[in-house]
């Protein structure tokens, strides 16, 4: 019998009114949405009623989307679907570390928030953002961005998709280049240059908060973004590398599957991690869940698996 993966989404996919349905739905889900807000006031009106402009702030979207995704755990849990194994999307591996029982949900939801704001300062002190490279190779794209200074390959995401880092004014030129070496730069909907140097004082100053947090060991396999593999020992240190590291998500996928897992569910608004999972193997299963149609559908068709 195959396992099972949740694997928790990234920035980018936020969308106004994201989780309400389910919150409504789930009593479960309701329950950490109404314990997230007597940390963070807000939080889930924001989710349920912030304008596109408040989502994209990286200080509201990441403790917006932790929430939506561990309410929607908190839901499949209610149902009894566990995940045999966990990883998470750059934001998404908090949720992941939460949801493995490395932390629990205030100390995991308090970090992500700070994440955030460190993210937010370094964007507006380092004005960068980033782009996804199709149709071109690891090796095609990692060329491209040395033609260029502060230009980084930064999330390495299934084959022929690479998310860039680099100043907002390389943005023009650096798509050009793309263009000409027979590939497409798609911009995308994040605040700042992630995954990069652009983000150095934040994981310096997140190493330091993370210093200060009580964690535990995971339950469950939880797969670093710096490494791919599986975390071994205290987790801070990839914690806050990460910040400023490339997103080994390909890997993370292909490690998962030669562990068992053939059933991922992608925890969070829209579909991303799913689109990127069947690009490197069509042969497992994948389901998104945020609402209580998608919940309504992995119960019928994962539940024992």
């Known amino acids: 019998m195959g396992k099972i993966a949740f694997v928790f989404a990234g920035q980018g996919a936020q969308y106004p009114g994201m989780g309400q349905a389910l919150s409504q739905s789930s009593a479960a889900a309701a329950q950490v949405f109404a314990q997230l807000d007597g940390i963070r006031p807000g939080t889930s009106a924001q989710c349920f009623a912030g304008s596109d402009e408040d989502l994209k702030n990286t200080a509201n979207t990441q403790p917006c989307m932790f929430a939506v995704e561990l309410a929607a755990a908190a839901a499949l849990e209610e149902q009894g679907v566990r995940a045999d194994m966990t990883a998470g999307f750059s934001l998404g591996e908090l949720a992941a570390l939460t949801y493995s029982g490395a932390a629990d949900l205030e100390t995991g ?122 975390y071994g020992g205290d987790p801070r240190d990839l914690l806050s590398r990460q910040i400023q590291s490339p997103v080994r998500w390909e890997t993370i996928v292909k490690n998962m599957i030669a562990a068992g897992a053939d059933t991922f569910v992608e925890l969070g608004p829209g579909r991303t991690l799913c689109g990127l999972i069947q690009k490197i193997d069509q042969t497992v299963r994948v389901f998104p869940m945020e609402k209580p149609e998608d919940l309504e559908t992995i119960v019928k068709e994962v539940a024992g698996c």
């Open 109 to 230: 939801f308090r970090l992500v928030c700070r994440r955030g704001e460190l993210m937010a300062r370094d964007s507006e002190a380092n004005p960068s953002t980033m782009a996804a490279v199709l149709k071109l190779t690891n090796e095609q794209v990692e060329e491209v961005c040395g033609q260029f200074e502060e230009v980084y390959p930064v999330n390495y995401n299934c084959p022929g998709q690479v998310s860039v880092a680099f100043r907002k004014e390389s943005l023009k030129p650096f798509s050009a280049a793309v263009k000409q070496a027979g590939g497409r730069a798609l911009p995308l909907k994040v605040q700042g240059g992630f995954h990069s140097p652009f983000m150095a004082q934040a994981a310096a100053d997140f190493g330091g908060v993370l210093a200060e947090a009580s964690l535990n060991q995971p339950n469950i396999p939880l797969h670093s973004n710096c490494t791919g593999e599986v």
